[in-house]
């Protein structure tokens, strides 16, 4: 099962700001936070993952609650590209363990 | 980056025939491989993982005998859904971890193939 909890659904204005929040309140110290999205049809698209410091990159940035039982992804200026679903995921540090997806966050960006 | 690429991006097939999914690596070994399933308006479900040289492990529900898998090399799994049947229709996508279990890797993202939209009629 799914680690992670997340609104069904949000939106934002384009040129806005989009705040995608991520409950993940039994979080253990081995785990990771990671982001995806997937447009769909498509395969999905990792943006951002870290473990306990706020993390940022070309796509988007991360903040993490110090507690880490929760998170925030930030698309600073979201675009009608970036309309998709959004998936947090807690995954155990190892090159290859596995991710396990939960319903994820539809974010709709309007014009 | 890391590319991982799956062919065919769709297929159509007759109810009982065989259909094979490729999944590659482009740029770097995966000594691991994911195969998960999406239905309509729903999440991703694990499948099994592919580990090259040896047997896939299949998550609980998942039929062995019906979805097998091959992965005989390092920048290759297949799955082959046998004796398909439409309900066996849905979205397969793969992925995998980048680089072997090197620390500079230990925690690089699993990299997803663009998926393959099987229609069984």
Redesign the interface.
């Known amino acids: 099962d799914a680690k992670t909890t997340q609104p069904t659904s949000m939106d934002c204005a384009e040129g806005r700001a989009a705040n995608l929040p991520c409950n993940h309140s039994t979080i253990s110290g081995n785990e ?1 936070v ?1 982001w ?1 999205r ?1 447009i769909h ?6 943006i951002i ?1 870290g ?1 306990k410091n706020n993390e940022t990159n070309e796509m988007a940035s991360l903040i993490i609650t110090e507690d880490r039982k929760s998170s925030t992804l930030i698309l600073p200026h979201a675009t009608l590209r970036d309309t998709a679903v959004y ?1 947090c995921i807690v995954r155990v ?4 363990s ?7 966050i539809t974010l709709s960006v309007r014009p | 980056g890391a590319v991982v690429s799956q062919h065919p991006s769709w297929v159509i097939c007759k109810s009982g025939t065989s259909v094979k999914i490729e999944c590659r690596s482009l740029d770097f070994q995966a000594t691991t491989m994911f195969w998960y399933r999406q239905f309509p308006k729903q999440s991703l479900m694990l499948m099994a993982t592919s580990n090259e040289g040896s047997k896939a492990t299949y998550e609980q529900g998942v039929e062995k005998d019906k979805f097998l898998i091959n992965h005989a090399s390092l920048t290759l799994s297949t799955l082959t859904v046998t004796s398909a049947h439409p309900e066996d229709s849905s979205f397969y996508i793969c992925s995998a971890p980048p680089g072997t279990a090197s620390f500079s890797s230990y925690n690089s993202p699993l990299h997803f193939g663009n998926g393959t939209r099987l229609t069984v009629t």
Do not use: D, V
């Open positions: 990771y990671y995806y997937q049809s498509q395969g999905p698209q990792y993952h473990l998936y540090t190892g090159a290859n596995k991710l396990t997806f939960g319903k994820g």
